[in-house]
């Protein structure tokens, strides 16, 4: 790549939806201008669309309740314990109608987090990864359902609170995710779950302390988009195999939790997830069974509900390469630099207009690997522009730290029709 090289590259447009759109040929999310909001509020700044994390999650809803499938959904609230994003969460039902979305849980902190918020114990479903005494004092103090994802857990959680009724994680052997790191099952060993040889001792370990298996969980991985609705479906199918032998045990079991990792897309060229497609592959295979499907999103519910802008701070052509630096850093926003997931950067003045250069988009910390996007094309810009990474609701302000003493970013959120 050179810096010589011009290029006419029409901009991306998967992004327009009500909401986030062009308005007076700038950016805008419900109504705002958010080269206004960033010089209000100063840069780097989340902007999040309240309206958006409640449309996903009926879209996910509505496309279950079409199958006939019985349903549950959870939110997975490590994608964004924003007590502004749980309220909107919380709004869609009163906890036990059909509308009500639960939560997801994994640490005590977010069971915690998510009763302060006023999600209710039998709403709150926990499943965590090796987990400490410590956890388990926290745990074990509320009625909320708990997924244990060991044997050793189960013999713990069995010396403690013998009869209790608990889930089981299950490592179904197969996964799907947006790269090979956020597959969480396959052929290498994972830490997660009870794998296919430990399971008649996780069986046998709940019947010593009279557990009542009532739950099979498993989670295939992360970020997975339409192309990969089979590697999920091989993961569900490798589950029931779990689930048959669970209930040949003699297990109770009435919930099975396909977990979440349902993906955004971040290019034109990438596939959406067919919300039905999903619906329809999980109905087909847990069709035989007399149990309560439960999804836990997390992902697919925020991502696309915010951006984060940023200010252009300098421009410069370094041995062929034009490198973009923005006042952001990967301590707010680590989706490339852990997850390697593809960003989508644009001016917000005329996001539209053609693409001419091809860059490196880096941020203002310490290290080489803080980018954002490379060999990227984009519109020109200049120092002192605003810039909006899309994509930016889930994970990446849960995740953000002070590190080399960068603040965190602010957050604004907007109602939508409202432009505040
Ligand atoms: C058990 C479990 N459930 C749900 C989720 C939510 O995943 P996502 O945000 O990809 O939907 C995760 C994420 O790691 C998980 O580990």
Known sequence: MTTEAVLAVPAPTWWRRPGLDVVDGSLSVNGA???????????PLFVYDLARPAENLRALQDALSRTGLRHTVRFALKASPDPAILAVVRGLG???????????????????????NGWEPAEISHTGTNVSERDLDVLLAHPVRINLDAVSQLERVGRRAPGRTVGIRVNPGAGAGYTEHLAYAGERPTKFGITADRLEDAIDAARRHSLVV???????????????LAGFEQALVNATSFLDRLLAAG??????????????????????VDLDAYAAVVARHLAPYDVTAAFEPGDFVMKDAGLLLGEVVTVEDRAGTRFVGLDVGWNVSCSYFIYRYAQEVLPVRDPLHDRTQRV??????????????????????AEGDIVAILNQGG?????????CLRPLAGAVHLERGTGA
């Open 33 to 43: 201008d958010l080269e206004a909001l960033a010089r209000e509020h100063g840069t």
């Open 94 to 116: 009163a906890p036990g109608s059909a509308t009500a979305v639960g939560i997801d849980a994994c640490s005590p902190g977010e069971v915690l987090h998510a009763l302060a």
């Open 251 to 272: 297990c109770p079991i009435r919930e099975v939790n396909v977990g979440g990792g349902l993906g955004r897309i971040a290019r034109d060229d990438e596939a959406p």
């Open 395 to 403: 994970y990446d302000q849960a995740m953000s730290m002070t590190h």
């Open 214 to 228: 009532d739950t099979m969980h498993f989670h295939a991985g992360s970020g997975w988009l339409g192309d990969q």
């Open 360 to 381: 490196t988009i880096a941020g203002h910390i310490n290290e080489a690997g803080d980018l954002f996007a490379e060999d990227y094309p984009l519109a020109e810009v």
